[in-house]
């Protein structure tokens, strides 16, 4: 009988060795400005070159911020809000584009709708939790407090959120190295307008969000050791 081996397997593999790098990463974060958006806005946001030797690693570049409502006691946030806060997403290189999609918003909340349950318990930075969490996370009126574990969830996180970026350029090419590109890249972001990020019930008084200490976060590695070719 033929033995069949999957093809992502390296037959000639050493038990021994590692499956990638390891190294020893810090984190960096970066005050944007302005530090604040307001609903419709776009960001426009570069990726920092940083120095010689120091390259970034996959899946860690983020947008941090604190996300509050306001307007109406009982308003809360959408599941998954910061999927659904980017309705635009265009990505340029040297004045040229490489991606620009409209209502990325749909395409980032639909390809979430297959994260596992363990993988969205983990999400909460995203706003991914029950309606209760997302109300005690804007401190809704109608929340409910009785539940310990909701309100420790709550508190964890309180109003600051995470939106993860996801670019084939950052995550799917081995360690990111900006240094030596030739020019910046730039990302351009337009946010959601309020309708499609709060939920409420009070027609005659519309909410608001308000978005504010924004800052671009990411993990880097460093070395001293230079490589001659």
């Known amino acids: ?46 990726i920092p070159k940083l120095a010689e030797g120091i390259v970034i690693v996959p899946n860690s570049v983020a947008l941090v911020f604190n996300l509050s409502v306001a307007g109406h006691a009982n308003s809360t946030l959408v599941n998954n809000v910061a999927r659904n806060l980017l309705t635009s997403f265009k990505v340029k290189f040297g004045g040229e584009i490489l991606q620009d999609t409209q209502r990325y918003d749909l395409l980032q909340t639909y390809n979430d709708l297959f994260l596992t349950k363990e993988e969205k318990d983990d999400r909460l930075k995203q706003g991914i939790s029950s309606v209760n969490v997302r109300k005690l996370r804007t401190n809704a009126g109608d929340k409910v407090t009785t ?68 800052e671009l976060e990411y993990q880097a590695i460093s070395s001293d050791e230079k490589y001659e070719g």
Do not use: C, Q
């Open 147 to 214: 539940d310990a574990g909701e309100v420790a969830l709550a508190a964890v996180h309180n109003t600051k959120y995470r939106i993860p970026w996801d670019h084939p350029i950052l995550n799917d090419h081995g360690v990111f190295y900006p240094k030596a590109l030739p020019n910046h890249l730039l990302f351009e972001l337009t946010f959601a307008p309020v309708k499609d990020i709060v939920i409420y019930s009070d027609e005659t008084k519309p909410p608001n969000y308000t978005i504010t200490h924004l």
């Open 1 to 46: 009988m033929a033995l069949v081996v999957s093809e992502e397997l390296n037959p000639n593999r050493n038990p021994g060795e590692a499956f990638g790098l390891k190294a020893e990463a810090t984190l960096n974060r970066i005050t944007l400005n302005p530090s604040s958006i307001n609903p419709g806005e776009t960001l426009y946001l570069n």
